[in-house]
């Protein structure tokens, strides 16, 4: 049979499937799925690497939740609830007209956007992270797609967001927000997890939680990237049995599509290995950094981690809740946390009236001075190849792309102090930050550097919580001892 014929008949076939399956079509409309113009799962390493390069570099960030649940504060019908402030819906298992009261009076009247973005300045926090909704549903910007929102259902009437963004970009701090994948109060997001919250939109009916994430969720991301300059999305609420790992997948790929720059974190799928934060390894989840919370990664991890912490035992405001860890203990938080290569978002949970709480503002402005004097040894900063640290009150970071390294004490040290996993350039200066007065040392293979700390030096410096060593010269990588 000649090639003419047969490309003949081929061609008539092709004219009759496609003729049948437009007829098809138009019984049941077809879905095309938009082809992904860019896949942003298989993002190049030098490409990942740029994109992270400042959240890296910034090391330290303020978490913030806020919200109606700081009216009730931890107080429920004269009782008290256990557990941490913003989950007292769920907690005190409060029906959701009775929580919208809560809405209804949130009216955050001493909020001044600028204060908090000078406090966040002064601690020395590079950028914030602020709950846009959390899991009780209610948003504190003025969404499109919700009346449940601070502008149509509070007596506020301001968007919060939107002056919280402005009083950040003013102080260079660059602003991320945090949103709940789970919604308490959306009739189509109900969980099996909280069956009390299953007020599906037809009386009777039942949720339909993909239509919550094409319908509410992934317009709501819109939003917040297009109106509010999101640098960081900070999903949470992912643990729901509704949520899928193809949905996670699929919400990186669109919020990255969004803003192909913004970082978003590995509670965008289902990866997370609970409060530890690292995503299992059996999968390609998505996610930019790791979320351990409450918790500092045991090792160092060749992943990108935040580790997220409260000050006192609560993320949301608990008029009860004075359990405030000490700054020495937040300062030591954040070294650790670098030394072992990660992030350290600290949280704030303020009142219903828009004040941060005196102590959370007293041990930031402690964190903050003690990042005044010694912030090189944080910011900008890598860990090193072999060890984090040598015993257990010195921790080390090194300058990136620098041969300068940092010994950090967590004890005030003595006259003399060993340094073993570094070697001092020959003729160089060492000297602690804050204090310009070089110190005495000699090296020896055997022992490493010896230092001498002088006590007038130590007097000068007035050093309370950290002691910051700096030495230019090389890593051991071969540990001398440990
Ligand atoms: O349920 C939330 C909780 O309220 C809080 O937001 C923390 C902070 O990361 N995340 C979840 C608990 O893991």
Redesign the pocket.
């Known amino acids: 049979m000649n090639n003419r014929i047969i490309y003949t008949i081929g061609k008539t076939l092709a004219l009759l499937i496609l003729v049948c399956s437009c007829k098809s079509e138009k019984k049941k409309p077809v879905v095309v799925s938009e082809p992904i113009a860019v896949n942003y799962l298989e993002e190049s390493k030098t490409d990942f690497d740029e994109r992270m390069e400042w959240w890296r570099n910034a090391r330290f960030g303020m978490f913030i939740?806020w919200g109606p649940y700081a009216i009730p504060a931890g107080t429920y019908n004269g009782k008290p609830v256990d557990g941490?402030g913003?989950?007292i819906m769920n907690n005190a298992q409060i029906p959701i007209a009775e929580y919208e009261v809560f809405s209804k009076q949130f009216d955050p009247q001493q909020f001044d956007a600028d204060e908090w973005a000078r406090i966040m300045k002064e601690a020395g926090m590079k950028y914030v992270v602020i709950t846009s909704k959390?899991?009780d549903g209610f948003c504190l910007w003025n969404s499109k797609v919700s009346d449940y929102d601070i502008i149509d259902f509070s007596p506020y009437k301001k968007d919060i967001l939107k002056a919280l963004s402005d009083a950040c970009k003013k102080q260079g701090i660059k602003f991320g927000v945090?949103h709940s994948i789970m919604d308490w109060h959306h009739p189509d997001a109900q969980s099996i997890n909280y069956p009390e919250y299953n007020n599906a939109s037809e009386p009777g009916g039942n949720p339909n939680f993909p239509l919550y994430l094409e319908n509410y969720l992934k317009p709501q991301m819109k939003e917040l990237i297009e109106n509010y300059d999101v640098e960081i999305m900070w999903f949470?609420?992912e643990w729901i049995e509704e949520f899928t790992h193809d949905n996670g997948k699929e919400l990186y790929q669109y919020v990255r599509s969004l803003k192909p720059s913004i970082l978003i974190n590995n509670r965008v799928d289902k990866g997370r290995q609970g409060?530890q934060g690292m995503n299992k390894a059996d999968a390609d989840y998505a996610g930019d950094f790791g979320?351990p919370?409450q918790e500092i990664l045991e090792g160092s991890s060749t992943l990108d981690w935040e580790s997220?912490m409260t000050m006192n035992d609560t993320?949301g405001f608990k008029k009860n809740d004075h359990n405030w860890k000490s700054a020495q203990t937040l300062i030591h938080n954040l070294i650790d946390v670098t030394a072992k290569g990660g992030n350290y978002l600290l949280n704030v949970g303020p009142t219903a009236e828009g004040i941060i709480p005196a102590p959370s503002v007293e041990r930031l402005q402690a964190v903050g001075e003690w990042l005044s004097r010694n912030g090189e040894a944080i910011y900008g900063t890598e860990k090193l190849k072999g060890t984090y640290r040598q015993g257990n009150d010195i921790l080390f970071t090194k300058s990136k792309g620098q041969n300068v390294y940092y010994a950090i004490s967590l004890t005030k040290p003595k006259t003399e102090i060993i340094i073993e996993h570094v070697q001092a350039q020959e003729g160089s200066d060492i000297v602690l930050l804050g204090s310009s007065i070089p110190l005495e040392w000699t090296y020896t293979s055997e022992k490493g550097v010896k230092i001498s700390v002088p006590s007038t030096v130590l007097e000068e410096l007035d050093e309370n919580h950290a002691w910051t060593f700096k030495i230019e010269g090389n890593e051991i990588v071969n540990k001398i001892s440990e």
């Open positions: 939740h941490i913003e989950w959390h899991h945090y949470d609420g409060m979320t919370e997220c993320w």
